[in-house]
Structure formats: C-alpha cells, structure tokens
C-alpha cells in the first residue's frame, strides 16, 4: 500500500479487507516517520485488531508488516529477533517470530529483560 501525507481511512478498510480477508472500521490514522521508514498507525477497535492481528500471516512474503504499536525500545527487540530469524531461514530452519519470542525448528527462545538477549526456554517435555 502506498503511504501518502494524507492516507485516508477507507483506503486503509479496503486494503485490509483485500489483502487479509478482514473487514474493520478504522477510526484513525496517523503517518508516522520519513521516506523509506514511513508507518501508518491505525485505530480501530480492539476485537477488530485481534483479528487483524490473527490474519496477517496472509501478507507473508509481501513488504508490509503490521504489529502492535511499540515502544521504540520493543521495535528494536522485534527487528532483532527477525533478523536472526531470517539468518535462520538462510540456514535452511523454519521460524516463528512471536512478541519477544523467537520458534526455530523445535526450539523456542524468550527475551531476558534481565540479560537483553534471547534465552531458550527449556520446556517440559523436553527435560529430564
């Protein structure tokens, strides 16, 4: 979707309903950033935003992403976590990027406040 000073509610309905398969009523939009880092932070209500949130896998593969609205400081652990998810691909592993959480193969791994840095988490099953 093209970004413009003024991207107008309808345009974003439209292409949500298109592209994902989920019709919403936005009730704001906001453009935030410059050039290439352009974002449009949309309001809508929040059954609706699950929703959005639930069917945005089907934008895979595409230059669009849409998330929750985050601190800069989440932003930065999230594109972390995708970059290592994507040398992961490159290594032939399938990925799962979640909020703070980061799925490769079998494994699972959790942001640490603590340490700044991804931890595996060791689940259950997988103990002895």
Do not use: C
């Not at 107008?8 to 994902?20: C, G, P, Q, S, Y």
């Not at 932070?41 to 609205?69: A, C, F, M, P, S």
């Not at 930065?76 to 992961?88: D, L």
């Not at 032939?92 to 494994?107: A, C, I, M, P």
Request: no cysteine; net charge positive; proline share 0%.
């Amino acid at each position: 979707m093209e970004i413009r000073e003024r991207t107008h509610a309808k345009e974003v309905e439209e292409f949500l309903k298109k592209e994902i398969e989920v019709e919403v009523k936005v009730l704001e939009t906001i453009i935030i950033g410059k050039e290439e880092s352009k974002k449009i932070l949309v309001k809508t209500l929040w059954e609706e935003k699950q929703e959005v949130l639930k069917n945005k896998n089907k934008l895979r593969g595409k230059r669009i992403y849409i998330d929750n609205d985050w601190t800069v400081q989440e932003q930065k652990i999230q594109k972390g976590i995708r970059e290592i998810a994507k040398e992961e691909r490159k290594k032939g592993y399938t990925t799962r990027v979640g909020y703070k959480k980061l799925e490769v193969w079998d494994k699972m791994y959790i942001w640490n406040e603590n340490k700044g840095k991804l931890e595996e988490k060791f689940l259950k099953s997988s103990q002895h």
